[in-house]
């Protein structure tokens, strides 16, 4: 089992900064995905930021440029920093773990950090 909790989220300006932080624990060497979902007002949850193991991270379009995935192996942490946020950004954010090397296998869930982006 792997326990995943996020941090970081809260009220920003529009052009504003974010770091959200995933500290995991448990089984954390059998994973090999990882990456940040985020689920807007009446929206459908969609994938943000990935990173698989030995690979390069991979982004959402919309936040490509803007939006930086990156860990820390030595605390078990995963990041994403958010710059030039807008109000279209605003939703819970989720990290996500599984052992598989793939996008959409996600096993492990953190309960989420909800960002607001607004004026």
């Known amino acids: 089992q792997v326990q995943l909790v996020e941090s970081g989220g809260g009220l920003v300006q529009p052009g504003g900064s974010l770091r959200l932080s995933c500290v995991g624990s448990g089984s954390i060497g059998s994973i090999n995905s990882m990456g940040w979902y985020r689920q807007a007002p009446g929206k459908q949850r969609e994938l943000v930021a990935i990173i698989l193991s030995g690979g390069s991270p991979d982004y959402k379009d919309s936040v490509k440029g803007r939006f930086t995935i990156s860990s820390d192996n030595m605390k078990n942490t995963l990041y994403l920093q958010m710059n030039s946020l807008k109000p279209e950004d605003t939703a819970v954010y989720y990290c996500?773990?599984?052992?598989?090397?793939?996008?959409?296998?996600?096993?492990?869930w953190g309960k989420g950090t909800l960002v607001t982006v607004s004026s």
């Open positions: 996500a773990a599984g052992r598989s090397y793939s996008y959409y296998d996600m096993e492990y």
